[in-house]
């Protein structure tokens, strides 16, 4: 148990629509981390959070949209859902921010758009 | 930018041999470099990691993996393989505030 949790572990739903996911990182980290990992595109970074703020930005496609709460848990929100979109997304937590810092990565969501 | 490259796609061991998984990365400075694992329908494993000194690290699992800053290669070894250790494995690479780079994993297959 990595000590990241992630809610809901599977979601479906359809073309057009928009998705929440959350995630409470592991008691004392201060980074949110989220990734997107499909067949295709392999594990890709989407953005990062530190102790509220934005501190990094990746591959993330204007749809999505994440935020981190003063409680230090995080959303992604995906909207205007497309077939592309499904995949595996999960969200890492670490105690500071830099590359130094390993990251815990909870079970993930799977997402799938029918 | 920083990438990381691994090989092999999949990867066929029988249980009680050895293995080696390799991961070449390619970045100016030095790397913070990392292996995890994942098995099915879970999330990523940190299993060793690499940021300075000695070039061999030991992990979990009985895992180990050697830098060889000459190759740019990270690769991860085992003596002696379970077949619990079936599963995808992926190297990542990250620097100073740079988020983490991963491969696209190798996924090992254990036989009798």
């Known amino acids: 148990d990595s000590g990241v949790t992630q809610t809901p572990k599977h979601l479906i739903t359809a073309t057009g629509q928009r998705v929440t996911l959350r995630c409470s990182p592991r008691s004392g980290d201060l980074s949110v981390y989220w990734y997107q990992q499909s067949l295709d595109q392999g594990l890709q970074f989407l953005i990062q959070y530190y102790n509220g703020e934005e501190r990094a930005k990746g591959n993330i496609l204007e749809r999505f949209s994440a935020q981190q709460f003063p409680d230090l848990h995080s959303e992604l929100n995906l909207s205007s859902l497309e077939l592309g979109d499904s995949a595996l997304y999960f969200c890492?937590?670490?105690?500071?921010?830099?590359?130094?810092?390993?990251?815990?990565f909870g079970d993930g969501t799977r997402l799938s758009i029918l | 930018a920083q990438s990381v490259t691994q090989p092999d796609i999949h990867i066929t061991v029988s249980e009680g041999a050895s293995l080696e998984l390799r991961c070449n990365y390619s970045?100016?400075?030095?790397?913070?470099l990392f292996w995890y694992v994942q098995s099915p329908g879970q999330g990523l494993q940190l299993l060793l990691k690499y940021f300075s000194g000695d070039t061999l690290v030991q992990g979990i699992k009985g895992f180990e993996a050697e830098f060889k800053r000459s190759q740019s290669s990270f690769n991860l070894r085992k003596p002696s393989v379970h077949w619990s250790d079936a599963a995808e494995y992926f190297c990542?690479?990250?620097?100073?505030?740079?988020?983490?780079?991963f491969g696209k994993g190798t996924r090992l297959s254990v036989i009798a």
């Open positions: 990542a690479v990250a620097s100073g505030n740079t988020p983490l780079v």
């Open positions: 970045y100016g400075a030095t790397p913070y």
């Open positions: 890492a937590s670490s105690p500071s921010t830099g590359g130094i810092q390993p990251q815990h």
